[in-house]
């Protein structure tokens, strides 16, 4: 019988309604005051600051059909850290593939606050420029 990390079980659980648009769900493992920092220099970057900010933030990544599957995690009672593939599948064939690792800090049994480190900054500032940003007129 293998034992799972309370911290790890979190984070799968995270990943499980992240990969099934489960807001709800999602919702249910992040604190009210979760801070949550994007990298970069593109529309979505920034520090995201409560649920709701978050939410908002993964709605909008839903619009890309993005997605994440872990490779790899590591634990101890107050650290999570994740390296993760990512993809997405715009109709539009604006695409993205890549790896980033996240560092997930657990107090209380809910995620407070999360740092994204991308494989390569630019080619994310790249992508979600061109996805996200609003059509010339």
């Not at 890309?64 to 390296?83: K, R, T, W, Y």
């Not at 993205?96 to 994310?124: A, D, H, R």
Request: proline fraction near 4%.
């Amino acid at each position: 019988m293998t034992v799972v990390h309370p911290n790890i079980a979190l984070i799968n659980q995270f990943f499980q309604a992240y990969a099934q648009g489960d807001q709800n769900a999602i919702a249910q493992v992040l604190s009210k005051d979760i801070r949550w920092v994007i990298p970069g220099k593109h529309p979505l970057s920034g520090t995201k600051n409560g649920i709701e900010e978050v939410l908002h933030y993964f709605a909008q990544l839903s619009e890309s059909v993005f997605q994440a599957e872990p490779i790899v995690l590591g634990v101890n009672d107050q650290f999570v850290i994740d390296c993760h593939h990512n993809w997405s599948n715009r109709s539009d064939g604006i695409n993205f593939k890549g790896m980033s690792c996240l560092l997930w800090k657990i107090e209380g049994e809910k995620i407070t606050e999360v740092y994204n480190f991308p494989e390569n900054q630019q080619y994310v500032d790249r992508f979600f420029a061109a996805a996200y940003s609003e059509p010339e007129y």
